[in-house]
T-cell receptor, first 113, second 111 residues
Framework: KAGVTQTPRYLIKTRGQQVTLSCSPI?????VSWYQQTPGQGLQFLFE???????NKGNFPGRFSGRQFSNSRSEMNVSTLELGDSALYLC????????????FGPGTRLTVT | GQQLNQSPQSMFIQEGEDVSMNCTSS?????WLWYKQDPGEGPVLLIA?????ELTSNGRLTAQFGITRKDSFLNISASIPSDVGIYFC???????????FGSGTQLTVLP
């Protein structure tokens, strides 16, 4: 069974631009969560989608948004990029039921200059 | 919010040695997850703990709840070079799908 895939793997943007990251979950998984990883803050939860609906949201500004499609693929968008948005963005998928295990993709390394 | 504290922050061990690391929380967790992350990659799930008092194993890895269920331990036996990486503990906070992660333990295995 294929794992979680994320595209692109690396991205360089300038301040003020916007960016869209994509995530394809493991087949059969209906929940997709997004995390931001930085050296200073570690792994922080952004939001979670299940059946095209956002179920949970972390403590991030409204510039961070996401969506999920009917095939469970998900995208996250960051508008008006700031230097502090430079991070590894990780997507994790799970069945979305009572199980807690989440399986991560390789991440997208975003650098904002 | 809930916080997870991992210790030690880093470890240097000789190949073949056993390793133990732990994670403590400010509140009780009914589930603990342990992940390993290699440089430039996403975390890989190693072990999921659901039952207090039981050891859960995955090859050379063993994990268990602490007595208070506010902590968890991960043990690696007979370490090998590919054990190098950052080990994270995690637990569900708020809703079941929102994981809170510890700050990680960086493991280095010396030949």
């Amino acid at each position: 069974k294929a794992g979680v895939t994320q595209t692109p793997r690396y991205l360089i943007k300038t301040r003020g631009q916007q960016v869209t990251l994509s995530c394809s979950p493991i087949s059969g998984h209906r929940s997709v969560s997004w995390y931001q990883q930085t050296p200073g803050q570690g792994l922080q939860f952004l939001f979670e989608y299940f059946s095209e609906t956002q179920r949970n949201k972390g403590n991030f500004p409204g510039r961070f948004s996401g969506r999920q499609f009917s095939n469970s693929r998900s995208e996250m968008n960051v508008s008006t990029l700031e230097l502090g948005d430079s991070a590894l963005y990780l997507c994790a998928s799970s069945f979305g039921g009572v199980t807690y295990e989440q399986y991560f993709g390789p991440g997208t390394r975003l650098t904002v200059t | 919010g809930q916080q997870l504290n991992q210790s030690p922050q880093s470890m240097f061990i000789q190949e073949g040695e056993d390793v133990s690391m732990n994670c403590t929380s400010s509140s009780i967790f009914n589930t603990w997850l342990w992940y390993k992350q290699d440089p430039g990659e996403g975390p890989v799930l190693l072990i999921a703990l659901y039952k207090a008092g039981e050891l859960t194993s995955n090859g050379r890895l063993t994990a268990q709840f602490g007595i208070t269920r506010k902590d968890s331990f991960l043990n690696i036996s007979a370490s090998i070079p590919s054990d190098v990486g950052i080990y994270f503990c995690a637990g569900p906070s708020g809703s079941a799908r929102q994981l809170t992660f510890g700050s990680g333990t960086q493991l280095t295995v010396l030949p």
